[in-house]
């Protein structure tokens, strides 16, 4: 009888421990930052995957004041694509993994650098 009474309190205290430990917020996506060090007005960027780079997944996002894009997207690989009427920026492969943030710096010389 006295097992009884010890055992009861235990398994609820253990099923709570169980629902509790489940309520744990998963990260399905992974981030990207893109900086240009060069910026000019007309500065566009479009993301596509690398499987079909015809479908873009963002159309012509324009980077703020400082020269930074960033952005939410599944885990996988993709390409950068920049366009603008006075300079050429090269097209950038990245991987996005899962709860990381891939950065991408544009350097003086506009070539993309993965970091």
Excluded: R, W
């Excluded at 996506?29 to 500065?43: E, M, Q, R, V, Y």
């Excluded at 012509?60 to 950068?80: E, F, M, R």
């Excluded at 603008?84 to 991408?104: D, L, M, R, W």
């Amino acid at each position: 009888m006295k097992a009884i009474k010890f055992i009861k309190p235990c398994l609820i205290i253990l099923v709570l421990l169980a629902v509790m430990s489940g309520c744990k917020k998963d990260v399905y996506t992974g981030s990207l930052k893109i900086t240009f060090i060069n910026h000019p007005s007309d500065l566009s960027v479009v993301i596509h995957p690398m499987e079909t780079p015809n479908a873009a997944i963002t159309n012509n996002i324009s980077p703020d004041a400082q020269g930074v894009v960033s952005i939410t997207l599944n885990p996988g690989n993709y390409i950068v694509q920049c366009s603008c009427i006075s300079t050429y920026y090269p097209t950038t492969g990245f991987q996005i993994k899962t709860g990381e943030t891939t950065v991408i710096v544009y350097g003086p010389n506009n070539g993309g650098a993965v970091q």
